[in-house]
T-cell receptor, first 112, second 111 residues
Framework: DAGITQSPRHKVTETGTPVTLRCHQT?????MYWYRQDPGHGLRLIHY???????DKGEVSDGYSVSRSKTEDFLLTLESATSSQTSVYFC???????????FGPGTRLTVT | GENVEQHPSTLSVQEGDSAVIKCTYS??????FPWYKQELGKRPQLIID?????GEKKDQRIAVTLNKTAKHFSLHITETQPEDSAVYFC??????????FGGGTRLMVKP
C-alpha cells in the first residue's frame, strides 16, 4: 500500500464549516496528489505537490487549498464546505523518476 | 487540457469469456497510460500500464494495447473470473504526470 494513510477515513460536517483532510506517507516521496471521486466522473485532480511548499492546481481546485510543510504530509482544506464537495477524497503518491501513482485508502466526506 | 473517454460504462460477461474496455484521449503529448481496478469501497489499484513507445503489454490474463495515431488504448482481460468483477479506470498522463481519468467501466463477471 506504498505506506500511505489518510485521516479521517469518514467525516460528516455541516455546510459552511472548515474541513482539513490529511494524507501521510512514510517513504519520503516527492510527489503527492489529491483527487476527488464522484459517480460518473472517475477521479479528478484537485491539487498536487512536487515538494515541500511546492504545490499547484489541478482540474477542480476551486473551493480547496493545500499545504505541504513536511515531505510526509499533504493537507487538503475546504475553507467553507458546500454540499457539492460531498465526495470520496483520495490521496496519491508518485515515486521519483517513475510514472506510477499509488493511492491511499480514501476519505468519505459528507457535507450536510 | 486532456480529455479521456471510456466505453462501455458497464460490461457484463460470462465467466471464462474475454472483456475489452476502450479509452480515447485527446492530447497527443500524453505518454503514459495506466489502468486501475477498484473494488467496492476500496482504493484504486494499478493493474497494468503502458508507455507511448510501446504498442502492447501483457501480464498473465491482462493486456493493454495502444494506438498512438488514433489516440486510443484498450484493456483486454481473458478467461474472466468472478474476482475480476470491479470498476476499471483508464487514465492518460502528459509529460508533467498529470493523470486524467476516464469515467470508469463496471465489469460484472457472471459465474
Amino acid at each position: 500500500d506504498a505506506g500511505i494513510t489518510q485521516s479521517p477515513r469518514h467525516k460528516v460536517t455541516e455546510t459552511g464549516t472548515p474541513v482539513t483532510l490529511r494524507c501521510h506517507q512514510t517513504e519520503n516521496h516527492r510527489y503527492m496528489y489529491w483527487y476527488r471521486q464522484d459517480p460518473g466522473h472517475g477521479l479528478r485532480l484537485i491539487h498536487y505537490s512536487y515538494g515541500v511548499k511546492d504545490t499547484d492546481k489541478g482540474e477542480v481546485s476551486d473551493g480547496y487549498s493545500v499545504s505541504r510543510s513536511k515531505t510526509e504530509d499533504f493537507l487538503l482544506t475546504l475553507e467553507s464546505a458546500t454540499s457539492s464537495q460531498t465526495s470520496v477524497y483520495f490521496c496519491a503518491i508518485r515515486r521519483d523518476s517513475i510514472y506510477e501513482q499509488y493511492f491511499g485508502p480514501g476519505t468519505r466526506l459528507t457535507v450536510t | 487540457g486532456e480529455n479521456v473517454e471510456q466505453h462501455p460504462s458497464t460490461l457484463s460477461v460470462q465467466e471464462g469469456d474475454s472483456a475489452v474496455i476502450k479509452c480515447t484521449y485527446s492530447d497527443s503529448a500524453s505518454n503514459y497510460f495506466p489502468w486501475y481496478k477498484q473494488e467496492l469501497g476500496k482504493r484504486p489499484q494499478l493493474i497494468i500500464d503502458i508507455r507511448s513507445n510501446v504498442g502492447e503489454k501483457k501480464d498473465q490474463r491482462i493486456a493493454v494495447t495502444l494506438n498512438k495515431t488514433a489516440k486510443h488504448f484498450s484493456l483486454h482481460i481473458t478467461e474472466t473470473q468472478p474476482e475480476d468483477s470491479a470498476v476499471y479506470f483508464c487514465a492518460a498522463s502528459t509529460p508533467g504526470n498529470m493523470l486524467t481519468f476516464g469515467g470508469g467501466t463496471r465489469l460484472m463477471v457472471k459465474p
